[in-house]
């Protein structure tokens, strides 16, 4: 039996004919969600009942209702994509008895809708809008928008809506901007008005053109057309790397402020959305942008997907975009794996409206999307705000109790505030000789994280030298490392990091499976000093946010690695955080070449630049504006608030960064008149001299340091004592720190290139010429000595594996500031040399240092003492 397709009017049969025609057959969906948007798009009546009609066990819709996007080719042959919803119909009529459904039934209306819509009213779009309105289903503010955006160029009547092929930039506008911002509203309108269906807003509908509704090209607000077809090149050449990914968002304040546009003729500044700007004299500015970012899951690929401009973002906006997003990344053969936002009222109030449940006894880490289909997504929430969260409860509450122990606030703060405390230690005879004393400064390095093995063990340590106030402290260590371990395991940004900072992987799954189970018992069982629950307080989230990320890592492991036949071996753990997109909002910042918000104009300008040198390969800087900063990096200066740096600061403001003013035993390397140290006479003296500048040169790169690694790394250390990363035993001299080898190595390769060009030509020796061309002789003098900081060689995977990381920055920074002090200072003091006796001269005026520790520069509220 020949079948005819169910559209209403349609005269196509599947025989031979259509066929040879290019007309293709395709049945009703077994899925029921899907099922239900295609019976809602053909939208048809039973003629006796008078109600929806329903689809039998032969009904099919033959391909000319469908888009040409909603296909797939496989060579000659091609098939429905997933998903894909019918989408071309003719307009309403009678045809076979049957007819499509009435403007207005029962069960079309909203509760108490006919007490809202007399039957005299004219069903209008302004009609039904406001009967949404009324009925609290659309706010006011809504309303007012697309009524003063759209009165005067929509069609009102039914008669004046034609089919989606032919809808007016007005009309994708007004649909994209209502679906957006409430779709039931939107389904409910749709009921009596021909709106497409929601898939067709992000998808390709071929109308003599390619038009791509919520998308733009040229760096305009939307989706990133360039980005999207640069994704789908890379995933039809078979690159694996580009098969799933993870989704994140973040917003970016604006500064309000409307301008022309000369180029586009039109006024700038409104909200949009990617549908076109909303420039009504009623239509607000916009305040924030969205941005959304694709992050490779096994491959530290990045690609800004797109932004939009809004005024107030509420939850269900931003879950709405991110709905869209997934559509498209699924178009092109993208699977979103997972979705990450910040630990925020709006990220809460976005995972809510997405279906994510936060409630600590049953916890929903993944909704479905497209809805009703079998793929789920995670969630996760920013690590780095979640720390913040839980550094505010530690901080409010003063003190939790956790069964027998109690984590205590002050210790952290005694911590903090700890100054350059001298410690005698007797040492071994000598010879036969009477025992002496050895002289150690116990420092707090400053940049260490708070939540940090570093922290855990100089608690410890400072336990067992018995200072008063860290006793009773074992409560507040376990806290510290426990929090340390979590973060850990959400850090892992390099595939050859192993244990707990490395990727999740088969080998390190039951480990992090059992701490996990250990934190959640842990957080749950948390109280305050009156006994009532934290995770049950309004100081919860941070937990919260923890045992969330904790349960979707968990479920991506089951279901993405352990299967057979998946191609990702190891995730990287850091995708799941912001710091890729952070890394990208840096150098969008440092290209609107302000410190202020920028404006609509400003920032468009300054996206379209980065677009244009985006590059989407694995380990790819998004600009070049931003150096050498690496995803490494963002992720310490993000968490600048959280070091025992901004806690001293915090409790003693008036201790900031405090720049040496004296020049420590300068005299020993300068005779008077004389502008470099070619004249020493004096050489029992040099050594030490060398010794004691390295060792200031060292300070003053450690107040701008906020790498707990970099830092420990520039002073001398005794190997023979526990080594802490957050407690320092520095050796003195004279009041100098002493540096450590490898710093002392530098510095005195950099005194011999020094005294060698000083006595070659009289050519001025200050020009920036002369000292790139120093720098360059210190490197060459370098190259092939013993490595230098052998206590980096762990570090220097934590970062992107590159020639330029921390440990050549180190080398670098050194070299200049010691060229600088010795190349400069003979202009601002006037130095006599005097033999036997050191004598420090201060500097007239603030000592500038050029190009500060890179990306590893702090702010001034992590000061060095």
């Excluded at 604006?254 to 949009?272: A, C, H, S």
């Excluded at 006599?832 to 007239?844: F, P, Q, S, T, V």
Aim: some cysteine; aromatic content about 8%.
């Amino acid at each position: 039996m020949t079948r005819s397709c169910s559209a209403l009017g349609c005269t196509a049969r599947d025989n031979g004919r259509s066929r040879e025609r290019g007309i293709s057959f395709h049945q009703f969906p077994v899925d029921a969600a899907q099922r239900r948007e295609w019976i809602r798009a053909v939208n048809r009546v039973d003629p006796r009942s008078r109600q929806a009609w329903r689809p039998g066990p032969g009904a099919i819709l033959c391909s000319r209702h469908f888009a040409e996007t909603d296909f797939e080719r496989y060579g000659l042959r091609r098939k429905l994509r997933r998903g894909a919803v019918p989408s071309r119909f003719p307009h309403p009529q009678a045809a076979g008895g049957e007819a499509r459904l009435p403007l207005e039934t029962p069960q079309q209306q909203l509760p108490g809708a006919r007490r809202c819509s007399p039957a005299h009213r004219p069903r209008t779009v302004a009609n039904i809008l406001r009967e949404l309105a009324e009925k609290q289903q659309l706010s006011e503010e809504t309303v007012s928008l697309l009524q003063a955006q759209f009165s005067a160029d929509l069609p009102c009547e039914l008669h004046s809506w034609r089919r989606m092929a032919e809808y007016s930039p007005e009309m994708r506008q007004f649909a994209c901007i209502l679906h957006l911002y409430h779709i039931k509203a939107y389904d409910y309108l749709r009921k009596s008005f021909p709106l497409p269906h929601p898939y067709s807003l992000t998808k390709q509908v071929f109308i003599h053109s390619f038009i791509i509704w919520l998308s733009n090209n040229e760096a305009a607000a939307g989706f990133s057309n360039n980005i999207f077809l640069r994704l789908q090149e890379k995933v039809e050449r078979g690159e694996q790397a580009y098969r799933y990914c993870a989704l994140m968002v973040q917003d970016m304040s604006l500064q309000k402020q409307q301008e022309w546009d000369p180029q586009t003729q039109r006024l700038t500044g409104f909200v949009d959305l990617g549908a076109g700007v909303l420039d009504a004299d009623e239509a607000p500015l916009a305040s924030e942008a969205i941005i959304l970012m694709a992050a490779g899951i096994s491959s530290p690929w990045t690609a800004p997907l797109g932004y939009f401009f809004v005024n107030s973002m509420t939850g269900h906006l931003l879950a709405q975009l991110l709905r869209q997003t997934i559509n498209k990344l699924n178009n092109i053969g993208i699977t979103v794996l997972a979705v990450t936002s910040g630990a925020t009222a709006r990220g809460a109030e976005t995972a809510r409206a997405l279906g994510i449940r936060i409630d600590p006894e049953r916890i929903q880490c993944t909704f479905q999307h497209p809805p009703g289909s079998a793929h789920r997504i995670t969630y996760f929430f920013d690590i780095c705000h979640a720390l913040q969260l839980i550094r505010n409860a530690l901080q409010c509450f003063q003190k939790i109790e956790w069964f027998s122990d109690t984590v205590r606030w002050q210790h952290v703060v005694e911590l903090a505030a700890l100054q350059e405390q001298r410690v005698l230690e007797p040492c071994s005879p000598k010879s036969g000789g009477p025992g002496s004393e050895k002289s150690y400064h116990l420092k707090v390095n400053l940049a260490t994280l708070l939540f940090s093995e570093g922290v855990a063990d100089a608690l410890e340590h400072l336990q067992k030298l018995g200072l008063a106030s860290f006793q009773n402290c074992s409560g507040t260590v376990k806290f510290v490392r426990l929090m340390s371990h979590l973060c850990d395991i959400f850090n892992g940004r390099g595939p050859y990091r192993r244990g707990l900072k490395g990727p999740l992987l088969a080998g390190n799954y039951t480990k992090i499976s059992h701490l996990f189970n250990e934190a959640k018992s842990f957080f749950v069982t948390l109280t305050d000093s009156v006994g009532r629950y934290i995770i049950k307080s309004k100081r919860r989230l941070g937990f919260l946010s923890f045992l969330l990320n904790a349960e979707s890592l968990k479920w991506l492991y089951t279901n993405y690695m352990c299967p057979e036949g998946i191609p990702s071996h190891h995730l990287l753990t850091y995708a799941f955080s912001l710091d890729p997109l952070e890394l990208f909002l840096r150098a969008l910042q440092q290209a609107c070449g302000s410190s202020r918000s920028p404006t609509c104009t400003v920032f468009q300008a300054a996206y379209h630049k980065l677009l244009a040198s985006c590059s989407l390969a694995p380990g790819s800087p998004h600009s070049g504006g931003l150096g050498r900063t690496s995803s490494l990096d963002i992720s310490l200066s993000r968490k600048r608030d959280l070091t025992l740096g901004s806690i001293r600061a915090q409790y003693n403001p008036a201790h900031g960064r405090t720049l040496a003013t004296e020049y420590p035993y300068c005299a020993g390397l300068l005779l008077h008149g004389a502008a470099l140290s070619n004249a020493l006479t004096d050489l029992s003296l040099h050594a030490q001299s060398v010794t004691c500048t390295a060792g200031f040169v060292a300070e003053q790169l450690a107040s701008d340091l906020q790498c707990e690694a970099c830092l420990a790394s520039l002073f001398e250390s005794d190997e023979s004592r526990l080594r802490c990363g957050s407690v320092l035993y520095i050796k003195k001299l004279g009041g100098v720190s002493l540096p450590s080898a490898s710093v002392y190595h530098i510095t005195s390769i950099s005194e011999q290139v020094l005294n060698r060009c000083g006595k070659v030509g009289d050519g001025n020796k200050n020009t920036k010429l002369w000292h790139l061309s120093l720098e360059q002789k210190v490197f060459q003098e370098l190259l092939g000595e013993s490595l230098l900081f052998p206590t980096l060689t762990n570090h220097l995977f934590d970062g992107e594996l590159c020639i330029n990381n921390h440990y050549t920055i180190l080398v670098k920074e050194i070299t200049r500031c010691y060229l600088n002090i010795r190349t400069n200072h003979a202009k601002h003091l006037n130095l006599n040399y005097h033999c036997g006796k050191h004598r420090l001269k201060r500097l007239k005026g603030r000592h500038l240092f050029p190009s500060p520790l890179g990306s590893c520069q702090s702010s001034q509220t992590h000061a060095g003492s």
